[in-house]
């Protein structure tokens, strides 16, 4: 029967049904997600003729119907991607029914480096291990209104479960401190690199392209131990040379002997008669940063030392070169350089004088004075300190007994059309930016106009703008961003080339000014891939992307999403989906990168239609602006209802952006639906 109707999934005879596959079948499945077929193992046949499907190589379980599933790898249609490890099937070599190419060793492309700084963008050391790398896997929470916490993970299929690296030859090879190996990176390029940390589990590894000095997380399946083990056809970097191991290239000058018995010598002094548990300064790669340090190991052979920055709590590996017993020894070792140093640090200079600096400094290696580097100033206020706020103290009951949040209008702002940007400064002036009229103006908390804003040119569509401390204020349009002091006068653009469609502005706790980034029709694509949507940090001073977090991992549908506000709560970045109506809370905890997705379109309680903006107090009790149901919901800091927000004595009409006065505890709202911006107190 199988023959006679080949192709075809099922056969229904005498209220039998013939499958192609059966509980325990191994097979080769597309994955819906990213259309690439991975070898698989059916763990349940479901009601409705489709598969429960474990991608092997990976983990995670997907249900498949059983037109997307073939037995073996020659069976997937031409044309298809196929994953890597697919040429394996059932722990064994696929046959090859095609000749290899006659490329073979020959096919080195000059495909440049890696590029660090432009497209590996790694987290600041700062308290604890929390960046978003943009290759770590994130585990998505849907947090649902009353019902029980459900976790999944999106995108990609999780890595590999198996922290060792198995090479052709079938030797098992486990990557340590200080190996030297060939690793592929993101561009699907193979690099000569060494192994400078292994993660927690031991199923990725931060390596060093040691030909380019760039740092990155990598997969273990992604590297091999000499470039001899490469796939044939692979895309391999000129300075590979196959057959041979990778080979070090010395930077550093020669640090003493080094004990080939023991290349992890904790005794061995390094310059300055270095040794662990000593205290030093070192140079944090990743943003050129030196800090207060004390050793914990020395690699002699690797020529790195693991270091804890013991004012944030962190650790890390650092080059030998860059660790010096006083700070006094920078300077002489490295003339010309400039150099930034972190507040905690002793420099040396005025020791007598009590300084007070709340951000790292530079030195300016010609006058000797420390000049303030303001782009890591927190974005807290620096003016009046407000008494923390708590919306949930100010809720009352109604008469039918149902808990709201009373606002009463204070004053209203006229001619606000279209799409307006907002932002609070200290001291309560507002800041708008109207997109329709080209204008950006500041307005007292009486809602008279101070002043319109002037930049270096015409704004061209401003629609975002957010306070940057006691800084002042950053505006987004069409053509970049422009930053203001508090008065509203021009201060510098920023010159960041690698944005695409933006939208939202927020300023985290480094003070970076992160942003939306989707790169659609018309737009480069530099860094965010065509269609995608990222979020990027964009470090003030540097005028750089150094720190960048793809949606796609987090986004259920790619086709459908708008995201369009942000705000920061904390170490929180709250991501507003305006297509999708729902919220993206990305933070980092129990050691991995996570995302909780909340709300879903709908009128009901928790539900949203064309959600715009999220304001938080200072416990992390959201209000969230439902546009299209002309109402503001709130939420505690657990995502539970507790109630609407009650206006008087007009009602909401299309509320969108906000902004949250918290010295007078007072509610800024953009109604679009009679283009005003209206002040309320609450309570």
């Not at 479960?161 to 592929?184: E, F, L, M």
């Not at 740092?215 to 091999?224: C, E, G, S, Y």
């Not at 400094?361 to 974005?379: I, M």
């Amino acid at each position: 029967i199988a023959e006679a109707v080949e192709g075809v999934s099922t056969h229904e005879d005498n209220n039998s049904v013939l499958r192609k596959f059966e509980v325990g079948s191994f097979c080769i499945a597309e994955w819906a997600e990213d259309s690439t077929w991975y070898n698989g193992l059916v763990i349940m046949v479901n009601s409705d003729g489709s598969y429960q499907v474990e991608f092997v190589d990976y983990g995670n379980v997907e249900n498949v119907i059983e037109d997307k599933m073939v037995e073996a790898m020659e069976n997937v249609p031409a044309g298809s991607i196929i994953d890597e490890f697919v040429k394996t099937v059932h722990g064994e070599v696929a046959r090859e029914e095609k000749p290899k190419s006659e490329v073979g060793n020959n096919s080195q492309e000059d495909l440049g480096s890696p590029e660090l700084e432009e497209a590996v963008l790694i987290e600041e050391p700062v308290i604890g291990d929390d960046a978003i790398n943009e290759t770590a896997e994130v585990v998505v929470k849907t947090v649902l209104s009353e019902e029980a916490e459900q976790v999944c993970k999106l995108g990609s299929p999780p890595k590999q479960v198996s922290p060792i690296s198995v090479q052709d030859d079938d030797t098992p090879w486990t990557p340590s401190v200080g190996s030297v190996c060939c690793a592929k990176w993101s561009d699907r390029v193979w690099y000569n690199a060494r192994v400078d940390e292994v993660m927690r589990g031991g199923k990725e590894v931060f390596v060093t392209f040691i030909d380019y000095g760039n740092t990155d997380k990598v997969p273990v399946r992604k590297l091999v131990k000499d470039s001899s083990l490469i796939p044939e056809g692979a895309k391999i970097n000129t300075l590979v040379k196959r057959g041979s191991p990778a080979v070090a290239q010395d930077d550093c000058q020669d640090l003493g002997n080094v004990n080939s018995e023991d290349p992890l010598s904790s005794s061995t002094p390094i310059q300055d008669g270095l040794s662990v548990g000593e205290e030093c300064v070192a140079l944090w790669a990743e943003d050129n940063v030196w800090y207060n340090a004390r050793i914990i190991m020395i690699d002699q052979q690797a020529k790195v030392a693991e270091v804890e920055f013991f004012d944030y709590g962190n650790a890390d590996l650092v080059s030998l070169c860059d660790v010096y017993r006083k700070f006094s020894s920078v300077p002489l070792a490295r003339p010309g350089e400039e150099i930034t140093v972190d507040p905690n640090v002793s420099t040396g200079q005025g020791e007598d004088v009590d300084q007070v600096v709340d951000f790292p400094v530079r030195v300016d290696q010609e006058q000797g004075d420390l000049l303030v580097d303001h782009s890591a100033e927190t974005a807290t206020d620096l003016g009046v300190k407000a008494e923390p706020v708590s919306l949930l103290s100010l809720v009352t009951k109604d008469q039918h007994g149902k808990m709201i949040l009373n606002a009463v209008v204070v004053n209203t702002i006229t001619a606000m059309e279209g799409v307006v940007g907002m932002t609070i400064l200290p001291g309560g002036t507002l800041v708008t930016a109207v997109e329709k009229d080209n204008t950006v103006k500041m307005w007292s908390r009486d809602g008279l106009c101070t002043g319109e804003v002037v930049g270096d040119r015409q704004f061209s569509n401003p629609s975002d703008v957010v306070c940057l401390g006691g800084m002042g204020f950053a505006v987004k349009d069409k053509n970049g961003i422009m930053m203001f002091d508090m008065q509203g006068k021009y201060v510098r653009k920023l010159e960041v080339d690698k944005l695409d469609t933006c939208s939202g502005m927020a300023v985290d706790n480094l003070g970076r000014i992160v942003i939306i980034n989707k790169c659609g029709e018309g737009d480069e694509g530099k860094l965010t891939l065509r269609g995608e949507t990222d979020i990027l940090y964009i470090d003030i001073m540097k005028e750089k992307v150094v720190k960048r977090v793809e949606m796609v991992d987090i986004i259920a549908e790619k086709e459908k999403t708008i995201c369009k506000a942000l705000t920061m709560y904390k170490d929180k970045l709250y991501v507003v989906d305006n297509g999708l109506d729902c919220v993206y809370t990305l933070f980092h905890e129990d050691g991995e990168d996570q995302a909780e997705v909340f709300g879903s379109p709908g009128r009901r309680e928790a539900q949203f239609s064309g959600v715009s903006a999220a304001v938080l107090d200072d416990e992390g009790n959201t209000v969230i602006s439902d546009t299209r149901n002309n109402r503001l919901q709130l939420f505690s800091s657990e995502w539970e209802f507790v109630g609407f927000v009650k206006v008087q004595p007009s009602p909401l009409a299309r509320p969108c952006v906000m902004c949250l006065d918290k010295e007078v505890r007072e509610l800024v709202v953009h109604n679009m639906g009679t283009s005003q911006v209206v002040r309320y107190a609450l309570g």
